[in-house]
């Protein structure tokens, strides 16, 4: 199922909660909060606080995208915050076998994320503890980044991977996703779009979700 998570990154801060609610009203299913620590990407941006409003504020799942050094040390945390996905990047974590586990533990579905530059097959020993694989088609940090165009044949092979392996773990998509190329990465064997400037940097964030789900279901 083609699910669109709008990325609050490109959201106008002040009004979060309104912002969410036109997403939802286009059609969004999940939001994606990208928490960055100036560290690990050199960008800061929100933190645990801000989900646990969110998480009062919307019944959209939350889906916490973090981009920090040493997240074992915090991804239960965002679990408890009232996130309903967190995804961990692979590049940063020698432990991520107890960090998605840890996430778990809390009821939240674990993802690894992948970097344009990480190959795939640095998932072959996790594959088999997530729920979800998120693979990076622009370097983490910055929204509105052009989509790397081999990110595609990366998300089929990772999507026959995972068919050949028979496991039930979705593929996730993010950075420089829009009307314009999403078609192309649903049939490669994403199902999850995250989108920051597709969505929130249109003047009616609730057309323009609509139109990226359009523009999935004309999958070639
Ligand atoms: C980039 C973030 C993305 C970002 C995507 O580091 O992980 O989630 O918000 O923005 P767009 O859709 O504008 O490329
Ligand atoms: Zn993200």
């Known amino acids: 199922m083609i699910e669109i998570a709008p990325s609050i990154l490109s959201a106008d801060f002040t009004r979060l909660g309104e912002q969410i609610e036109a997403a939802e009203r286009g059609g969004a299913t999940i939001i994606h909060v990208d928490v960055m620590d100036g560290h690990f990407v050199p960008n800061i941006t929100l933190g645990l606080p801000v989900v646990r409003s969110l998480a009062r504020a919307t019944r959209l799942p939350l889906d916490t995208h973090l981009m920090i050094s040493e997240p074992g040390r915090y991804a239960e945390q965002f679990a408890e915050a009232g996130a309903r996905m967190v995804s961990v990047h692979i590049e940063v974590d020698p432990h991520i076998h107890r960090t ?32 979800y694989v998120l693979v990076m088609s622009v370097n983490p940090g910055f929204g509105g980044q052009e989509f790397i165009p081999t990110s595609v044949e990366k998300i089929r092979r990772l999507s026959r991977t995972i068919r050949e392996r028979g496991l039930d773990v979705r593929v996730e998509v993010d950075g420089g996703i829009g009307p314009e190329n999403i078609a192309q990465v649903a049939a490669a064997g994403a199902e999850i779009f995250v989108a920051g400037t597709a969505v929130f940097g249109q003047p009616d964030p609730a057309a323009a979700t609509r139109e990226l789900l359009n523009a999935a279901a004309q999958l070639v």
Do not use: F, M, Q
């Open 100 to 131: 998605l586990a840890s996430i778990r533990k809390r009821g939240a579905k674990a993802g690894v994320v992948i970097n344009p530059a990480t190959s795939l097959s640095a998932l072959d020993e996790v594959l088999n503890y997530v729920d």
